[in-house]
């Protein structure tokens, strides 16, 4: 089994928006993207990256296909202190369950260290979702407390609480 990450681009964005399921949609982008969509926020990504600044993200690919989405953000969110690089993650459904998301976070954190963005990684991810709390423990991040986010809602419209795991790296 071989993942890698890679840029984004306007042939990844069908493949990219057919991974997205209920799952995706509730923990991390809270809708559906659509082709004008997903191109934009890719072309906001590869600007970024190519400025090293703000949100880089990244598709996951197992075994040369696409099997999910990664990015990092040194941007201010709930939970974060100055340093710290926000982690975020999807993986598509036929690719849950064989360690892509751990080795992704894993990847994403190398990239964090190689081109200096942040001292701290962190994953802010609601209690109720054991799959992406099982991932944080197993790519070594550490549980150090909740925050009520001011920006992210729970679907029933009441503010979500987000544990926030962290991972020195220096």
């Known amino acids: ?60 690919w197992l075994d040369g296909a696409l099997a999910g989405y990664v990015d990092c953000d040194p941007g201010p969110a709930d939970g974060l202190a100055d340093g710290d690089v926000n982690i975020s993650y999807a993986v598509h459904p036929w690719a849950r369950g064989r360690g892509v998301a751990v080795a992704a976070v894993e990847l994403t954190c190398g990239f964090i260290r190689e081109h200096r963005i942040g001292r701290r990684a962190v ?34 419209g009441t503010p979500a609480v987000l544990g926030i795991h962290v991972l020195d790296l220096e």
Not at 18 to 31: C, H, I, S
Not at 129 to 156: I, M, Q, T, Y
Request: glycine share 12%; net charge negative; aromatic share 4%.
């Open 1 to 60: 089994m071989q993942i890698e990450l890679r840029p984004l681009g306007a042939d990844d964005i069908e493949s990219h928006n057919a991974g997205e399921d209920e799952q995706t949609v509730r923990w991390l982008t809270g809708g559906r993207g659509t082709v004008e969509t997903t191109a934009s926020h890719f072309a906001t990504l590869a600007d970024n990256l190519a400025a090293g600044r703000g949100k880089r993200g990244f598709g996951v």
């Open 123 to 156: 994953i802010r991810v609601e209690p109720d979702n054991l799959a992406s709390v099982r991932v944080a423990e197993k790519a070594g991040f550490r549980h150090v407390g909740d925050v009520e986010s001011s920006a992210e809602l729970r679907p029933d």
